[in-house]
């Protein structure tokens, strides 16, 4: 009598299984920094805009870390700038919000939604002013960003340059230039509360004093 005997599990990969393997290796390799890697992956045709659990990008995982020439790299290939994340990051407005400057003028260059939104209802300039970021507040001002507008909490670029600082040399570079745009200095909180009231309230008096100089009340 023949003696049934188990059969082993085949370990050949499937197709999924090689290409998820691939792409998780050009995710890693892009937040790593290793650009002749993410080159190589490219090669062999692992998709540029492939994504991990929360929706990041190579680009994305790039940009959190600054890896400039990978996001190079990945941006010749057709990454796509925009491509947003579980939590409403794009590669530009994460390069917004974390001064990565370089990265900024990439996605700028390349097809950057000035007007798209993070979580928050906010462009990318709304939290570059907050986070004292003045030479990426150049560039998205330059580039025609709205200064004007308004995210959910009901504040503009102006207002988190004062709501959320100190009031010290960054963030008076950064209300001088957004003076200089023709930001709307009297657009006020949801609250009714101006920007040049908060600036006396917080006893910021240079900002105040910018402001009232520019006609502000």
């Given at each position: 009598m023949d003696i049934p005997t188990e059969q082993a599990e085949p370990t050949i990969q499937t197709e999924d299984v090689r290409s998820r393997a691939a792409a998780d290796a050009l995710l890693k390799a892009a937040g790593s920094g290793r650009d002749s890697e993410v080159a190589a992956l490219l090669a062999r045709g692992v998709p540029v805009d492939v994504t991990d659990a929360q929706g990041n990008t190579p680009l994305l995982l790039a940009t959190a870390q600054d890896r400039l020439a990978v996001a190079r790299l990945l941006v010749a290939a057709g990454a796509d700038v925009n491509r947003q994340n579980r939590i409403h990051d794009s590669a530009y407005l994460l390069a917004g919000a974390e001064g990565r400057l370089g990265i900024l003028q990439l996605t700028l260059a390349h097809g950057a939604d000035l007007r798209s939104t993070n979580r928050y209802g906010g462009t990318a300039l709304i939290p570059a002013c907050e986070r004292g970021h003045v030479d990426v507040v150049a560039a998205l001002l330059k580039a025609g960003v709205d200064p004007d507008h308004v995210n959910k909490l009901g504040w503009t670029g102006l207002l988190e340059a004062i709501l959320l600082s100190d009031?010290?040399?960054?963030?008076?570079?950064?209300?001088?230039?957004?003076i200089e745009a023709g930001a709307n200095l009297n657009l006020a909180d949801h609250d009714g509360v101006t920007p040049l009231q908060h600036a006396r309230q917080r006893n910021q008096t240079t900002i105040a004093r910018m402001l009232e100089a520019a006609g502000a009340h």
């Open positions: 009031g010290g040399p960054r963030h008076q570079a950064i209300v001088k230039q957004l």
